[in-house]
């Protein structure tokens, strides 16, 4: 038991990471002498050497052992937290973050495949509904810890204190997880595709850039051509990379295995979280601004408006994966889909004359709805793939999360305030698009049920 709430801090404390340097940005920016617009590439960089080398490490974990990986990103994540804040420039401290990056990759890549793994078949899905809690108190505590470590401290002591934590759960880690966990890898494979996470990676970085540009300079779309044919050379040659054809039986596995690109349940899974994820932090993005701007609001009433999201989160998660390990995680799911579709469509009619405590109901039914579509998504897309492959799998799962995370902000941000009720109106579409997809394939698979049967 205590295996899988250490294992589940990890995702507590990766999200405490992202958000809480959000508060001291300008901190940041005071110490090295850069402006703003500077130092919030140390929030870019950090997202996207995660989402870069996701995969890789989750293939990692399956041929040399999860716990070993998991367990080494901790120390990982906790020396590059002591150079974060050592740091006698902007250059390293850029450098510090990437591998502070790297190690929350290794414990992120595993963390879903060891909870699975470690909790019994019956309370599988309460175990995964505890993580996404874990996630939800992470992105909480990041900028209340951030704010109170600028009030009380030095910016470079919020990179002291993740270190230690980072210690303590590498202690608690080796101390708990079984080490019998490792004798399950699948072995060393030929080779890891390095050359294709080289270029997935310049895929992921040209896309940020592309949505960088286009939130910044709509005005000028010659300002986007550089980037943007970047990205489709560089998503091309990728896509040429990773062909079958390229890798005979025997000869290697690509960076990204075509396997499990074909495998439609986890593609679903997987579109679906990203779906999932750009709805919730582009309403992330957008509510605060609205609240403060069109409604005068005060930050700190602001803030605690917006802290309805995630709390809900926290109590439903749970409560969703006892219901998926009691009902199973289909029904959970639909019911999640279609709730967060519905919050979405009535948040889209949102204006200067709704009452305030209408929208904290609405966050409140958002968060509800988020706890209860991302407990059964990952049972029934882990569910989907052989459990020699569950870490690489787990990998992917994070990797879609993240780049769910990065466009939602990306789309809120562009579409800001005057274009919010199109914005909701986009992301209700594409959830309810999700439910209807889900619905088709849940019946198929009841129609191949019942012809086995008839067989």
Request: net charge positive; glycine share 10%; proline share 4%.
């Amino acid at each position: 038991m205590l295996a899988r709430y250490v294992v589940s801090a990890g995702a507590f404390l990766s999200n405490v990471s992202a958000s809480m340097l959000n508060v001291v940005l300008i901190d940041v920016g005071i110490t090295y002498g850069i402006g703003i617009s500077t130092t919030q590439w140390s929030v870019t960089l950090y997202l996207l050497v995660i989402a870069s080398i996701l995969p890789l490490m989750g293939k990692l974990g399956d041929m040399k052992g999860r716990r070993v990986i998991h367990n080494s990103g901790f120390i990982l994540f906790a020396a590059g937290s002591c150079c974060c804040a050592w740091a006698p420039s902007f250059n390293l401290f850029l450098l510090a973050r990437i591998i502070q990056a790297a190690g929350a990759a290794m414990y992120q890549a595993m963390n879903m495949a060891l909870v699975v793994k470690l909790a019994p078949p019956e309370n599988r899905g309460r175990a995964i509904g505890i993580v996404s809690s874990f996630v939800a108190a992470g992105t909480i505590a990041g900028p209340s810890l951030g704010g109170i470590v600028v009030q009380w401290f030095h910016w470079k002591a919020a990179f002291w204190f993740l270190s230690g934590i980072a210690f303590v759960l590498w202690l608690l880690a080796q101390w708990t997880i079984p080490k019998q966990l490792d004798e399950t890898r699948t072995g060393p494979a030929e080779h890891l595709d390095l050359i294709g996470a080289g270029l997935f990676a310049v895929v992921l970085g040209s896309l940020a850039f592309t949505l960088n540009d286009a939130s910044g300079a709509l005005d000028s779309s010659l300002l986007l051509i550089v980037p943007l044919l970047i990205l489709i050379a560089s998503l091309l040659i990728f896509a040429k990379w990773i062909h079958p054809r390229r890798w005979p039986p025997g000869g290697g596995e690509p960076f990204l295995p075509t396997d499990l690109l074909s495998n439609r349940p986890f593609i679903l899974g997987c579109i679906a979280s990203v779906v999932s994820y750009l709805s919730v932090f582009s309403t992330q993005v957008v509510m605060p601004s609205y609240l403060r701007t069109e409604l005068g609001l005060a930050p700190a009433v602001a803030g605690l408006i917006m802290i309805s999201h995630p709390a809900a989160l926290i109590v439903i998660a749970p409560i969703a994966g006892e219901c998926v390990d009691r009902f199973g995680a289909s029904r959970v799911l639909m019911a999640g889909m279609a709730l967060m579709g519905s919050v979405l469509m009535m948040l889209g009619f949102l204006n200067v004359h709704t009452p305030i405590w209408l929208i904290v109901i609405w966050l409140l039914l958002l968060g509800s709805s988020t706890g209860l579509f991302t407990s059964p998504n990952n049972s029934m897309t882990l569910a989907s793939v052989d459990e020699a492959r569950s870490g690489l799998a787990a990998s992917m799962m994070a990797l879609s999360r993240n780049i769910g995370m990065m466009l939602g902000a990306v789309i809120g941000g562009t579409l800001g305030i005057l274009l919010q009720n199109l914005m909701f109106a986009i992301t209700s579409g594409l959830m309810f698009a999700m439910l209807i997809l889900h619905l088709l394939m849940s019946r198929r698979r009841e129609k191949a049920k019942l012809r086995y049967r008839l067989k």
